[in-house]
């Protein structure tokens, strides 16, 4: 099926945003893309960060409906997180560059506490915390690792893996999940939940070699940053795993 006009304009504006940044991107570049004159855009749209609004609203709101429809009664806390991480690849396929645009401009993330993409941040961010809640509670994870720390870093790490691997996410998805449940959950978890991790039912790949890194412009300082981060959090696990016997 075709696109509409409107969902024309909001995947080329996305494109755009991401790329070059919302205040260097005019109304004229949007409807260049998109191929219409520039005052047919405003008969969708009232302005260019009426656009840009659209965009991460619609993200964010379908991200938790999908985080709420795949709560499964019972599941464990590392079952949760996995399909979480899952539905997140999923979420930010079906919504190109949008989390990249929210990463990008300081003003979406530093909003009122009463605005309304605030408010869907602040209920998508629980579901990770309470996750992560119930499995200390349980005794899946570790008490002696700050959860809230523990937190923002998974939830960072997956949105910066949706940053870099935007091109091959579609393919490369369960695997991406794979690695990170791997690098972080069995370090997070205690002893036995280390060593007998939960079967997924979303069909993760055991055999294939995992996803190389993405490639970029020589000396890129946030792909730099995050192998550095990759590396040492992988270096932590093993410290983990060999203070555990």
């Excluded at 991401?18 to 009232?46: M, P």
């Excluded at 997956?158 to 449940?181: C, E, K, N």
């Excluded at 370090?187 to 294939?208: C, E, I, Y």
Aim: charge should be negative.
């Amino acid at each position: 099926m075709s696109p509409t006009r409107k969902e024309a304009i909001l995947f080329h504006a996305a494109k755009l945003f991401s790329e070059r940044g919302v205040a260097r991107t005019t109304v004229r570049d949007i409807a260049d893309e998109v191929g219409i004159l520039s005052g047919s855009l405003y008969h969708h749209f009232a302005s260019k960060h009426a656009i840009v609004f659209e965009i991460v609203i619609t993200f964010i709101d379908d991200l938790n409906d999908r985080y709420e429809a795949a709560l499964v009664p019972g599941e464990t806390a590392r079952g949760r997180l996995d399909r979480m991480i899952a539905v997140s690849f999923e979420s930010a396929t079906d919504h190109p560059y949008a989390t990249e645009i929210y990463q990008n401009e300081s003003t979406l993330s530093s909003q009122p506490a009463d605005s309304r993409i605030a408010t869907a941040v602040r209920r998508a961010n629980q579901y990770w915390a309470d996750a992560i809640a119930r499995g200390i509670e349980t005794g899946e994870f570790r008490t002696d690792v700050d959860p809230h720390h523990f937190h923002r870093m998974l939830r960072e790490s997956v949105w910066f893996t949706v940053r870099f691997h935007r091109d091959s996410l579609a393919t490369s998805a369960d695997r991406l999940r794979h690695d990170l449940i791997g690098v972080f959950l069995d370090g997070f978890a205690t002893g036995d939940a280390a060593r007998k991790p939960a079967a997924s039912t979303l069909g993760v790949p055991s055999g294939p070699p995992a996803v190389p890194a993405p490639e970029g412009p020589a000396g890129e300082p946030a792909l730099i940053d995050l192998q550095r981060n990759i590396r040492e959090l992988e270096e932590a696990v093993r410290e983990l795993r060999l203070q555990r016997g």
